[in-house]
């Protein structure tokens, strides 16, 4: 919702003093499409030809979360939490047998079932299924096990901020591109020069649109894009950490509920629920 509202804003900024100071918009629209093709499909080719299929298609879809945000709010990481307590407690009473069946099969297990929030996030279900294998077959060294985890969530961070590096540079490559669409309209300009001065004050108008639309996409819309797209890595990202905090401190010793404490901590704090909060849906889960 407020990317949407600040890119309205932006749009209202810049081309609303431009008509209040008695700009013609006429001027700008006039030049708007040739110049947006120049510098928008150019600055799109540049994108295909800089980055992997991969890239391209991770890429295409974070675009979308632009306007929703990250995927994790406190309804998830609660219901993480629950789930992590959950298995942690059946370990620490029945042994690690107990949750042999959940792990293996975990789209058909009850335990995962009865936590829809996170059965919907494959990678995270893999995550936690993965190290739970692991901690059963006999890797329980807190050290060990940990290490494990923060290079895997280190892989998948360097992975999901890729898109918003191909964007930053995109933007700041745009400027670059304006000028070049600025110089297109010179020459342009420079081939009519013996045009009165009316006619070639419009060509010289629709050069500078040039610059000034390379300058305007490229800080106005694709760099808060790629901060936006930057900022939802690093907040999703903390959603493993829950899960990597949780497992360690069980294999350090602590009891299920100190363990899920340490993975409340974990937790962005716009999302963090309080302790007594978090207590009272533990004991619902019991």
Do not use: W
Not at 53 to 77: C, L, N, P, W
Not at 81 to 109: C, D, N, W
Not at 122 to 148: C, H, K, N, Q, W
Not at 164 to 173: I, R, T, W
């Amino acid at each position: 919702m407020f990317a949407m509202i600040g890119l309205g804003a932006v749009f209202l900024c810049v081309f609303g003093s431009y008509a209040v100071g008695g700009g013609k918009i006429a001027v700008i629209l006039d030049a708007l499409p040739g110049e947006v093709v120049t510098i928008g499909g150019a600055a799109v080719c540049a994108f295909l030809t800089a980055n992997s299929t991969d890239v391209i298609r991770h890429s295409t879809a974070a675009v979308k979360r632009i306007f929703r945000g990250a995927r994790y709010g406190k309804r998830e990481y609660m219901d993480l939490l629950a789930l992590l307590y959950r298995m942690l407690r059946s370990i620490k009473t029945k042994g690690v047998l107990s949750i042999e069946q959940h792990i293996e099969k975990p789209f058909e297990s009850s335990l995962f079932n009865a936590h829809p929030l996170v059965l919907r996030d494959v990678a995270t279900v893999e995550f936690i299924t993965d190290y739970m294998r692991m901690f059963s077959t006999g890797v329980d060294s807190p050290l060990e096990l940990d290490a494990l985890m923060e290079r895997e969530i280190e892989k998948a961070r360097h992975e999901d901020l890729h898109p918003a590096h191909a964007f930053s540079v995109m933007a700041d490559g745009m400027p670059a591109l304006g000028i070049v669409a600025a110089v297109l309209g010179v020459i342009k300009t420079m081939g009519s020069i013996t045009e009165p001065p009316e006619v070639l004050g419009g060509l010289i108008g629709h050069a500078l649109v040039g610059t000034f639309m390379g300058i305007f996409l490229a800080y106005c819309i694709v760099a808060p894009v790629a901060a936006r797209l930057r900022g939802i890595a690093e907040e999703e990202n903390r959603f493993r950490h829950v899960v990597r905090a949780a497992i360690t401190a069980h294999l350090a010793g602590y009891a299920p509920q100190v363990s899920i404490e340490a993975a409340r901590k974990e937790i962005p704090t716009e999302h963090m629920p309080k302790f007594y909060e978090l207590e009272e849906a533990l004991a619902a889960v019991a």
